[in-house]
């Protein structure tokens, strides 16, 4: 690779060739693990720049983790690819997965916007699951995004998803995907039927607490 880093971004795909060298999946697992730590840091300064100049945090916490190799590999078995380095990095999107947890929806919107400004985050595509709700009543704001991330010989453009959402919402998708993996994702359909009346009620607290906010920030 050129001995000048930003002249020579590498696509992930590029990377495992340059790279060939060495064990392919380790250093894929190092640069997705490093751009987790790069877009944490990232957050975290977001979250004291609005403390300092509004005395209010968007974020509530940060939640990142590195998807496991079984996990991969039924992720790619599932969509009927190989289980080769070059289908992971191609065609799985949250081998890096960050979940930032708001209290309102607005800062949802309010922290996606500031890291798609940023120059270095690349955004690939969005899934606004708050606009459009999953039919099981699934809420949540995702982004796919690269970020570069230096090595020594190099930079390569990493892919993380990062999941937005409020506390509600994170509350009910975490009481979901524990009744999916009781059921084996077979849910009984009265059981559906109640989360998806729980994610009404989700979508009506937000929109309550959002508001008496505004109301008590205005006074
Ligand atoms: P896990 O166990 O969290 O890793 P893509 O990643 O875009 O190629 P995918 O996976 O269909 O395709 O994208 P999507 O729909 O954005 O889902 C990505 C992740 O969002 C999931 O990862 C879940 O973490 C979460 N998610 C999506 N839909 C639901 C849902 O209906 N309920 C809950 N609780 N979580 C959901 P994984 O790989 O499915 O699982």
């Not at 693990?33 to 944490?40: D, E, F, T």
């Not at 997965?97 to 120059?119: E, H, K, P, W």
């Not at 993996?181 to 077979?186: G, L």
Request: with cysteine.
């Amino acid at each position: 690779m050129s001995e000048n880093n930003d002249a020579h971004i590498n696509t992930m795909e590029n990377a495992i060739h340059i790279f060939e060298d060495a064990d392919s999946w380790s250093t894929v697992m190092l640069l997705y693990n490093s751009a987790l730590k790069k877009i944490n840091i990232k957050l975290e300064i977001l979250n004291d720049e609005f403390q300092h100049a509004h005395q209010y945090n968007p974020i509530e916490h940060v939640k990142t983790r590195l998807k496991s190799a079984e996990s991969i590999v039924r992720k790619l078995k599932r969509r009927g690819y190989e289980s080769t380095t070059e289908n992971m990095v191609k065609y799985v999107n949250d081998i890096a997965g960050v979940r930032v947890i708001c209290s309102f929806t607005s800062d949802i919107y309010r922290i996606a916007d500031m890291l798609a400004s940023q120059s270095d985050i690349h955004v690939l595509f969005i899934k606004d699951y708050i606009k459009n709700p999953k039919e099981s009543g699934y809420k949540s704001y995702h982004m796919i995004v690269t970020v570069p991330i230096y090595l020594s010989n190099g930079a390569v453009e990493t892919k993380v998803e990062i999941q937005i959402r409020t506390v509600a919402m994170d509350f009910w998708a975490t009481l979901e995907h524990k009744i999916n993996y009781k059921f084996f994702d077979n849910v009984p359909e009265h059981i559906k039927r109640d989360l998806r009346s729980c994610a009404e009620m989700v979508s009506d607290l937000d929109a309550k607490m959002m508001d008496l906010n505004e109301q008590v920030r205005s006074l």
